[in-house]
């Protein structure tokens, strides 16, 4: 039995995941604040999966906290509003929250100070109405996933008519070392979020709703199971402390023992999942009308001098933030989200969106990159991965080139979680890897597909060019069968003119 063979048949080995300092505290453990209204918003019209949201208010238009600014364009869309009142400055291009600092469209708000709201119309009581239009209400409130993958969450909860939902996940793992928003949400607002819940389950129709907290959050997992203990199908259970626990395939699997296959979806073995952040914006949605304006962000880091969780409106710049919180010296990295999966910032001037769980402002230790060295084939990163991949087998493929290779091994269920370039005793950077050969294969494609259309396009154009030839010949064919008729003609008439006069001569 081969080394990487010993690794996955080995029952005592624990099945994936890395355990990194959670640097979680003391962040986690101080009091939520709330930031002051900045001067300025600046609301993306992108900030959930799929098509960005239009705008429907004109620069110069004034607006209340609330107030629908872009409305959704297709299925997969969400709206925009009003994270506060103020008037309409710019619809244009800003820096994108994005390593590329590529720009992207936002509305910019200047901010009047008075919060004045638009009328909320909200059911005396949602459990008496039809699940669609619960769904509807989430929909018109712009409310997406908030565990990062900010899918529009009424499609999400729509798949209870279209598939056998039994079990709604509550992801409450927040598995990504130095954030905290959502332990803070559970602690604070532990009976908003089974509210929420409650209301989901009355969406999607699943009997029971398990809430997965991992056990590093004690305060969390007390807050919820006081607030749900009336309610007997919504079970809160602790589960182990591991990264990336809060991945929806490894939560259902540790909740449910059920197993997504890879080219599948959870829906496709009876269970969604749904973030407890996104179960408080529901309830905030449905019982008091709100729509998704504002959220929770964890601001932490070495060079951050009060880290903490702060309310705010969703377009407050990252500087907003960190001035907010105070920073002890200037940031060596900015990264919005968590230190694994999140994306490294070009500069602070760029806004928070709904799926902003944190902004984290890194001190030079914290962001050192010892220098990586050769494979030495320990099969970490085997053990360590969550998906079953073999890193070290793809990243060898595409060292060499190999992509077509490393796909056959799975590379397109990698998460890019980066367990294995984290567990690796060599630092090498198998995540860098794994990303760039995606990005190859998705260049391939392309070019690939774009070939196809070029093929295409000239074998349309040969066959045009063949009817037109056709076409061509049959009409020169008609036009001479008309010239030589019109000349037998021509030559009839004149023989019997011909003829004619030599009758008359005779």
């Given at each position: 039995m081969g080394l990487i063979e010993k690794f996955l048949h080995n029952p005592k080995a624990p099945r994936w995941g890395v355990h990194p300092d959670d640097h979680k505290r003391p962040a986690a453990d101080a009091p939520l604040r709330t930031l002051p209204l900045p001067a300025r918003l600046y609301v993306p019209l992108l900030q959930h999966v799929g098509q960005p949201a239009r705008p429907v208010v004109l620069v110069g238009q004034e607006v209340r906290k609330g107030q629908l600014i872009a409305e959704p364009q297709g299925r997969i869309s969400a709206p925009v509003h009003?994270?506060?009142?103020?008037?309409?400055?710019?619809?244009?291009?800003?820096?994108?929250?994005?390593?590329?600092?590529?720009?992207?469209?936002?509305?910019t708000i200047e901010t009047d100070g008075h919060d004045r709201a638009v009328e909320a119309d909200v059911p005396a009581d949602p459990f008496t109405l039809a699940p669609a239009e619960v769904t509807a209400l989430i929909s018109a409130a712009g409310v997406v996933g908030l565990g990062g993958a900010t899918f529009p969450s009424s499609v999400k909860l729509a798949l209870g008519k279209r598939s056998e939902i039994t079990t709604l996940i509550v992801n409450g793992g927040e598995c990504e070392p130095y954030l905290s928003c959502d332990d803070r949400v559970m602690r604070d607002r532990a009976a908003d979020v089974i509210d929420g819940v409650r209301l989901m389950l009355h969406c999607t129709g699943a009997r029971e709703a398990l809430v997965g907290i991992e056990d590093n959050k004690p305060e969390a997992i007390a807050a919820m199971r006081r607030a749900a203990t009336r309610f007997p199908e919504i079970k809160v259970r602790p589960v182990p402390a591991r990264y990336p626990m809060g991945s929806d395939r490894q939560l259902i699997e540790t909740l449910t023992g059920k197993e997504v296959p890879s080219d599948c979806r959870a829906a496709d073995v009876g269970v969604i999942v749904n973030n407890v952040s996104t179960a408080n914006a529901v309830h905030r949605a449905v019982r008091l009308g709100e729509p998704l304006i504002e959220r929770i962000v964890t601001i932490n880091?070495?060079?951050v001098w009060?880290?903490?969780?702060?309310?705010a409106p969703i377009g407050t710049l990252a500087a907003d933030l960190l001035a907010f919180a105070g920073l002890k010296s200037e940031p060596a990295r900015l990264v919005m989200g968590g230190p694994m999966m999140g994306a490294v910032l070009p500069h602070a001037r760029v806004p928070?969106?709904?799926?902003?769980?944190?902004?984290?402002?890194?001190?030079?230790?914290?962001?050192?990159i010892p220098e990586a060295g050769p494979c030495i084939r320990c099969g970490n990163c085997v053990q360590a991965c969550p998906i079953g991949l073999l890193p070290l087998e793809m990243a060898a493929n595409v060292r060499v080139g190999?992509?077509?290779?490393?796909?056959?091994l799975g590379l397109s269920d990698c998460i890019s979680c980066g367990c294995c370039a984290y567990i690796c005793p060599s630092h090498i950077p198998l995540v860098q890897y794994f990303s760039h050969a995606k990005g190859e294969l998705w260049a391939q494609e392309r070019d690939k597909l774009r070939m196809e259309a070029t093929r295409k396009l000239a074998a349309e154009r040969a066959v045009r060019l063949e009817r037109e030839a056709a076409e061509k010949a049959e009409a020169a064919a008609r036009r001479k069968a008309e010239r030589d008729a019109a000349k037998r003609a021509e030559a009839a008439a004149k023989a019997a003119a011909e003829s004619a006069v030599t009758e008359v001569a005779e």
């Open positions: 009003a994270p506060t009142s103020g008037r309409i400055v710019a619809i244009g291009e800003i820096t994108a929250p994005h390593p590329s600092g590529l720009p992207f469209e936002a509305i880091g070495g060079a009060q880290p903490g969780n702060i309310l928070i969106v709904k799926g902003s769980a944190g902004i984290l402002a890194f001190n030079e230790d914290e962001v050192a190999d992509l077509q290779a490393a796909a056959s």
